[in-house]
């Protein structure tokens, strides 16, 4: 169970979908589905190195409330930053959820 004090962070959940416009053309563009308010578990990172270029894996851990369209595919904002879904683990218990999201490299 979450208790109600400890849900301090607001992550906004976004999905890519296909819209057509009136002239057929179709465009990919980011939709909101829902927002949310969290509790952060944990902040981890690391530095890995590839192709000879040094990236920063900024991970996050969250503690949420199930919500029927949360899948691994959507794009979470916090704080301004885009975050991919790497892991989400349900609690059927309490009706919760522990995402683990990575930041997007642009």
Partial sequence: MIAAGTLLYRLTFKEIQNVQSDSGAVTKTTV?????RAAKVRNTGKYVVDAKELFHSNSL???IRF???LNDN???QY???DYNITSFDRNLFDNTVNITIEKINE
Avoid: G
Wanted: net charge negative.
């Fill in 32 to 36: 909101e589905l829902f927002k949310c």
């Fill in 61 to 63: 851990d969250f503690k």
């Fill in 67 to 69: 919500n029927k369209l």
């Fill in 74 to 76: 959507l794009i979470v």
């Fill in 79 to 81: 704080e301004n930053d």
